[in-house]
């Protein structure tokens, strides 16, 4: 088992930047593969990037490529969402997400995701 907290969340204009954090407890942090996921109203629930256990592997959704960067330090049991270039449809409530069965290719599929994070709202205002 592990717990996950999400904080960072805000409001920030088109065009900012806002850092997610996710601190971990529980199981050794470094057993997961992480991800970082988002849902917006009315949308089903997608993957914005995850990286592997030693964070060798990454991957990313398309429509934040070039734009986000997702990393972990294991030392302090903790994933990170830079987000850059925000923009309106940016717009979500992100989660933080531990995979207890991480592969590569790394998941994308929600379910594949056993433990999340209660959500840190993101809004970009245009």
């Known amino acids: 088992q592990v717990q996950l907290v999400e904080s960072g969340g805000g409001l920030v204009q088109t065009g900012g930047s806002l850092r997610l954090s996710c601190i971990t407890s529980?199981?050794?942090?470094?057993?997961?593969?992480m991800g970082w996921f988002r849902q917006a109203p009315g949308k089903e629930r997608e993957l914005v990037a995850a990286?592997?256990?030693?964070?060798?592997?990454?991957a990313y959704a398309d429509s934040v490529k070039g734009r986000f960067e997702i990393s972990r330090d294991n030392a302090k049991n903790t994933v990170f969402l830079q987000m850059n270039s925000l923009k309106a449809e940016d717009t979500a409530v992100y989660y933080c997400?531990?995979?207890?069965?991480?592969?590569?290719?790394?998941?994308?599929?929600?379910?594949?995701?056993?433990?999340w994070g209660q959500g840190t709202q993101v809004t970009v205002s245009s």
């Open positions: 997400a531990a995979d207890p069965r991480p592969t590569i290719p790394l998941h994308r599929r929600r379910y594949e995701y056993d433990f």
């Open positions: 529980g199981r050794t942090f470094s057993y997961y593969g």
């Open positions: 990286i592997s256990r030693s964070g060798g592997d990454i």
